[in-house]
Nanobody, 129 residues
C-alpha cells in the first residue's frame, strides 16, 4: 500500500522559511512524477511545483519562482519543498502527490489528476504579516 506523509508545516512570520517533507512508502520514487499542491480556505487547489525524479527536472507556478525549491532524496524516498521569503498569501494546506512515471510534463501542475495518483493528507502552513 502506497502512503505519502507530509510534515514540516507550521506558523511563521512573513519573510521566514519552512521546509516541507513528504515521506513515501510502498514504492520507490525514482522514477516518478511528484509535486506539491496547496489549497487556501475558500479557494481551489493550486499547483506549486512538480518534479520528474528521474532527472530532477522541475516546474514551478509563477508566484513561487525564486522563493521555493522542490527536491528529492532517493535514499530516503522523500520529496521536499524548501520555502523561503514566505508571504501571507502562501498560507494554505500543502499536499504532496506522486505517481510512478518516466516523465512529468509541465501540465501536471495544472492537471494533476491526469498525472498524479497518490496523495498525502496535507500539512498546514500559516504565514502571518
Amino acid at each position: 500500500q502506497v502512503q505519502l506523509v507530509e510534515s514540516g508545516g507550521g506558523s511563521v512570520q512573513a519573510g521566514g522559511s519552512l521546509r516541507l517533507s513528504c515521506a513515501v512508502s510502498g514504492y520507490t520514487i525514482n522514477p516518478s512524477c511528484m509535486g506539491w499542491f496547496r489549497q487556501a480556505p475558500g479557494k481551489g487547489r493550486e499547483g506549486v511545483a512538480v518534479i520528474y525524479t528521474g532527472v530532477g527536472s522541475t516546474t514551478y507556478t509563477d508566484s513561487v519562482k525564486g522563493r521555493f525549491a522542490i527536491s528529492q532524496d532517493n535514499a530516503k524516498n522523500t520529496l521536499y519543498l524548501q520555502m523561503s521569503s514566505l508571504k501571507p498569501e502562501d498560507t494554505a494546506m500543502y499536499y504532496c502527490a506522486a505517481a510512478p512515471s518516466f516523465f512529468c510534463p509541465e501540465r501536471a501542475l495544472t492537471s494533476p489528476g491526469t498525472h498524479l495518483r497518490y496523495w498525502g493528507q496535507g500539512t498546514q502552513v500559516t504565514v502571518s504579516s
